[in-house]
């Protein structure tokens, strides 16, 4: 029998129940490498974070052992966590990736200071090999150009990674699914297959990237007015379908928004989008154009308050006003969790006059996962014998294991892994053996690790019900107040009420002639005599229980 | 000329421009009434805020010429500001509505200590005189029975206001929009209607609710164990389908949920809810029953996080916990803001082992707002000369009046309001001539009222970035600190990290040495430098803004 550490381990450190922080550990005896290192965007159960990172400190005490990280494509929740991760592992770990995908990360790393990490570049169709590894590349579709699916040979048998991935017939770059080095693989027999799962409640197939650029020309030729487009920015084949329609209806394409500017241009050197230099004016020149000719492309598809477009539809954007008569495109769809902020700036930009066509009014976009029939086409290409969902919310995990039994894959060769399961592999087994240490840690402003939770549920707290701090000075041999309490009141909505907030510090002098009366001079035990009357009194007066942090000095 | 006092005046006070606390007003001479009394519920832009009601300062400001209160169907955003309302403009001020509006009314108000409300009961096909004006009520289909539009007749014309509508052709009630009462008032001439927008950018019709139930049938009937449907607790005609389709598939049906309790009583006694007691069971008894036999009625359709269907979900409700196999439905569409929450239970309930079933998945729901060519219809039936999209955000209202364009009504004669707008109508005219006090009041705890923005940029701005509390002891003479400063951080990120902590204390230390050296005495002036002083160590390292709260006591 092999030794315990000759057996193949596959470990999701993110990804799983969960959309975003895409994290995979493959580890064989020494040799140990990462599939995709990315970030989730926080909501509003965690406030004041400014990003989520997984908890990758399993990599971190075995970065010996790691012989690189593939980076299946360039979204932030396959590459945001990088700058943190090589801050750990060590800035020299060796990055793979197509070349827009190491264009982006390039990029990135660069506003993290790491400025000579180590990229290389990898081709689809081709082959590397890392330790006891071995790793084809296989083009995929996505919603961001150069994705790639990973082969990953190892000494009991064959893992295939999907990345993201979706089937379109006619994508705008010409790059097909790879379909025959799929089936080669499948033929050669994958043991475990790896697949993404966010479409996977979604029935039938993605409709083609091409049919939306159909509709952006049609609406920009019967436009009268400006047209403006909001994308994601990593999104080149939109921006590209963009640019093609525009150009198309003789328009002039005005690029803003920090995101938009930096991708269209590392895109266009890059060779990943083509425009003409004739075809993109500056923001400041676009008043000499008639408004018919013009198309503005930018960032805010999101309703992010920041962005161009929500500034815009505010009437605070530096360079570009809403006219009464323009149409404005929002080319996205709402991630989860922003439903509102979107519909609040398709709202005010209705108020300026805007014509605002989106998802729900025009086939303005197509998702960048496959939906039920390509997923099933997937499996049914590879055939493996082992599979794992990834990449999805436990709904979408559950149904695409749905779909895999359809297919024909056995139930008992199917996990629904969570963060941090070990999925061991022999040459003619596969059991979750432990769960390794995962989860999340927060990045808050400079501070990066495990935030705790006493943080979060504090700023819930006093998000909900604000916060009252009493200060008090006594005679450390009396007990005997000295002066008047301080009371200060900070989101309570009491605290704008004069009479309350004197009828609440008359409360707390009366207590502490009573703490003092009965000899207490334990700051503690006038801290707590205090604190109990104040909640007290706010809860029978106004039914709100604020955060109360009573200081009592001793003089 | 007339009198400016005796031109018609009508103002939405809530409504536009949000979907929710729906309330006009309509004002001629010495006699005003209103048109329902609806509150909203807060999002994450007002932390800690309990419900948000329309200012409806300008009727209490007038309440001697109110004359009555009609309320178009029983929904919270139609009726819950009554309570309030009253409170201000008396409680004997007469509340309108039909036999079930009434009957949940008047459990709201109980709740408020309001026991004696003047409620009088209306009819569809009813006529009632107030005051000047003239009512006459007409059937209308919502997500609640007994819903009405109301035809006021008025000394300068007549206004229709459709309430909330859609034009069911097989409604589960039989009770039919009354087409004939319609064209009758489009006929004798309708000056102005007002219409619900809320599904404007709908194409088509909204599917018939009785098709729900056949759904809903053919669920329960090829389900092997329990089945769990969790909807709107006032959406009497789907509580009805859920027990027909039960009591046809041979289950018991168990109702749980506080509002679902009390709406199925309510509904039961008032007879617009028919199930047989013996097909009702108490929660602790489903034990008895084989599980195919089950079938349980649930609130928690919003992922409400204190709902019945949340605690299953979580696997701590008090009687029903979710077995492998069990089927889910949620009958019912995530209200905008609402989507995480509900996908958040899909998810808890698909790993406690259930089969889910949505709205994206079955077709377990419809609207109960009438989609755009049943808004072409209504406004084709009515032929009104003038026309106020309302009950809708501007993108609807928008939507509204362009499909009113489409059907003929000249653009001159399309308004769409903002609250507080008072548009003026004589025979012969329609103007926006002023616009009255209006906004928001917050309820928060037991107040009531225009809560300072300040108390809400606070809460987000503790939220966010948390509070550090500095109290400093100085020498009233000298201004030389007296022992140490003590600091307090709240949903600080640094303040878990112990060597920060004493950094920044080292640093106000500091701080306060320089401000004694330089004489400082006024506690104002130690107070800034403190604050600044922190403010800086924070950013610095930790690039965090939390809000600094310095105390300095003088001894």
Known sequence: MAKKNNRLRVIPLGGLDEIGKNMTVIEYGNDMILIDAGLMFPDEDHPGVDL???????????????????????????????PYLLREVGEQTPILGTKLTLGLIKGKLEEHKIRKPKLREIHAGGHVNMGVFGFDFMAVNHSIPDGVAVRVRTPVGDILHTGDFKLDQTPIDGRLTDYADIVKAGKQGIMLLMSDSTNAETAGYTRPEAEVGATLRQIMASADQRVLVASFSSHIHRVQQVCDAAVA????????????????????????????????????????????????????????????????????????????GDTVIISASPVPGNEKAVSRVINRLTKAGAHVKHKG????????????????????????????????????LKAHSELAMKVGVPEKNIF???????????ESSARVSEHVESGVAFVDGLSVGEMGNVVLRDRQLLARDGIATIVIAIDGQTGKPIGEPELVMRGVAAGEDQKLFDDARSRIVKTLAKTAKEGATDTKVVSNAVRESLSQFLWENVRRRPMIIPIVLEV
């Open 249 to 324: 209806c003789g328009r002039k394409v005005v690029v803003t928004g920090r995101s938009m500017v930096n991708n269209t241009k590392i895109a266009r050197e890059l060779g990943y989008l083509n425009i003409a230099d004739k075809d993109i004016v500056d923001a400041y020149q676009m008043g000499d154009i008639p408004t018919r000719k013009v198309c503005v492309l930018c960032t805010g598809s999101q309703g992010e308050p920041l962005s161009a477009l929500a500034r815009m539809a505010n009437g605070d954007h530096r360079t570009v006003q809403i006219e009464k």
């Open 416 to 426: 629904i892994l969570d963060n941090g399961a070990c999925l061991e592999l022999t």
């Open 52 to 82: 989520i990172l997984p908890d990758f400190s399993y990599v971190t005490k075995r970065k010996e052992k790691l012989r690189g990280i593939i980076i299946t494509h360039g979204h932030e929740d396959h590459t945001g966590a990088l």
């Open 361 to 396: 009014s025009d086939f303005v976009h197509v998702s960048g996962h496959g939906a039920a029939e390509e997923l099933k086409l997937m499996l049914n290409l590879v055939k493996p014998k082992y599979f794992v969902p990834i990449h999805g919310e436990t709904r979408h």
